[in-house]
């Protein structure tokens, strides 16, 4: 029999607000009292996976095992078409030690440029671990097709959201308002295939 997901307390494994502040918003209704890694001072494990998948799950396993909470880890990139999917899984270290998103969308736009591609297409994919004390795990997916903008718009999001296009709509993530982000944002994708396994009621 599949794991649900109680109401209760979890552990978000991540000390990007950004990133917090989101998973943050769609737990809330369920009743569930999410607190990030950093406010429980719980130390940052080394990203050494292959794959958004083992990324997520070493940080959920992590996390969980620190702090004895289920743990909700999120592992995510964008993966630009005329780089051959970079920054994918470095997309975060493309911002450097500080964390400078600003310099990273220069980057990537400054490497789509000198490739000579045409190409603006982009995806941003999400994997989600959700993994309990005992070691049990579950993962759950979500991306979303766009294409990249420049100069990058908006105030709104984190990372490279002000220079990503979504497919459904003519407004970057960065110019969304959050409830607007959340409908078609590829970590709110991978959260509904988790309530739909994790937290909707059986045979709903």
């Known amino acids: ?72 880890a999120d592992d995510s990139g964008l993966e630009v078409t005329a780089l051959k999917g970079a920054p994918g899984l470095f997309s975060a270290r493309w911002a450097g030690p500080k964390k400078d998103f600003g310099l990273a969308m220069e980057r990537v736009w400054r490497e789509v440029t000198a490739s000579g591609s045409a190409d603006r297409s982009a995806t941003f994919v999400c994997v989600l671990a959700l993994c309990w004390p005992d070691g049990h795990c ?12 420049w100069p990058p718009r908006g ?30 944002a590829h970590r709110a994708r991978a959260f509904r295939r988790l309530v739909e396994a994790c937290l909707a009621p059986p045979g709903t």
């Not at 709104?156 to 407004?171: A, I, K, N, R, T």
């Open 1 to 72: 029999m599949e794991r649900r997901l109680a109401a209760g307390r979890l552990v978000i494994a991540s000390h990007n607000p950004g990133k917090v502040r989101e998973i943050d918003d769609l737990l809330r209704p369920f009743g569930i009292h999410a607190q990030s890694a950093a406010n429980l001072n719980l130390p940052e494990p080394e990203e050494t996976g292959l794959t958004f998948i083992a990324n997520a799950e070493l940080k959920a396993r992590a996390a969980t095992a620190a702090s004895g909470l289920v743990a909700l």
């Open 138 to 149: 579950r993962f759950f997916e979500g991306r979303v097709e766009g294409t990249l903008a």
């Open 155 to 184: 105030e709104h999001g984190f990372g490279y959201d002000p220079m990503f296009v979504p497919e459904q709509s003519p407004l970057t993530f960065g110019e969304m308002e959050p409830d607007a982000k959340h409908a078609l």
